[in-house]
């Protein structure tokens, strides 16, 4: 077992419900070890500078296990190698600069809690010799290799509050209401929450749908009494031989931004069948708030596993959840993969059976 004496603990891409519990979770672990834990602020924006990191001690993450958010603050701007950035010592190469930071901090291994844009970067710092071990966090729950990723049980509760309240006014005035949520290229909110909440139609990714079909399924409800629809639509679905809808394109670093999709099928479906129609965008209401229970304990779990595998002398992995136990697996298996809703699942069968249409058939 190595002598680990001091680690770092970041927090990457986009906030989500748990990333506070992670970090108590890892500084507490630490404590508890009796080594030290810097909390480096901005992902790894953080080894930028001498001055960008923060010892952490149990006092400081005392409360925040219920707290959206991060304390340490994150950063989503696709990957930073691609160009130099301006330090107090002139432009420098980014990777080479952190490497700099990270020896002279004198740092043991870091925790890197993300997505897979963020577990990738760890990757390629890991092999330049920065012993690191990921988290995966994300809404999406798309990270292959773990059954789940902490936010996501957050984010689908919510939604399905959304659409609670949502039945209640679309019955009263006999609309057909539009729901769109988050996940990317992903349906795993949209299946979750559009089943638990009882929508008529769920469409995702994974299947490419037929806006007549889902019309057809709306005029379907009319004809034996149900006067009013719930349509349940992830931001990554795409129409049968169309594309995905953009608020705006890739830029350099930047990846694309997925959006707009709930307004074009109301907008559809309101003309296919002569119903009043209403969109509602859950957006970033998804990745705020407090954590879940289950989140909570899910992620408290995975920074503990991840700091005990850095004291073991493990490198280069990502704590994963494998039901009912935490493991782990290799970055290498994570980074360019993604984890999809299969269309022949169990949960989009279930779905089926009820009469929940995806507009496929």
Sequence with gaps: MSKVRRIGVLTGGGDAPGLNAVIRAVVKSSYNYGIECLGLENSFDGLLETNRHTVLTPRNVTGILRVGGTILGTVNRGNPFLKPIDTSDGPKDYAERCMEMFHKLQIDGIVVIGGDGTLSIAHEFNKKGMPIIGVPKTIDNDIVGTTNCFGFDTAVAFATDAIDRLHTTAQAHQRVMVVEVMGRYAGWIALYSGV??????????????????????????????????????????????????????????????????????????????????????????????????????????????????LVKGESDRMVAFHPPEIGSIPLADVGGKMRLVPADGDVVRTAKSLGISFGDE
């Design 196 to 309: 638990a909440g009882g929508a008529d139609v769920i469409m995702v990714p994974e299947i490419p749908y037929d806006i007549d079909i889902v019309a057809q399924r709306i005029k379907e409800r009319d004809s034996f009494g149900a006067k009013f629809s719930i349509v349940v639509v992830a931001e990554g679905a795409v129409p049968r031989g169309g594309k995905v809808s953009l608020v705006k394109a890739a830029d350099g670093g930047y990846v694309e931004r997925l959006g707009g999709v709930g307004h074009r099928v109301a907008a559809e479906l309101e003309k296919l069948t002569g119903k009043e129609t209403r969109t509602v965008v859950l957006g970033h209401l998804q990745r705020g708030g407090s954590p879940t229970s289950f989140d909570r304990m899910l992620a408290t779990r995975f920074g503990a596993m991840a700091v005990e595998l």
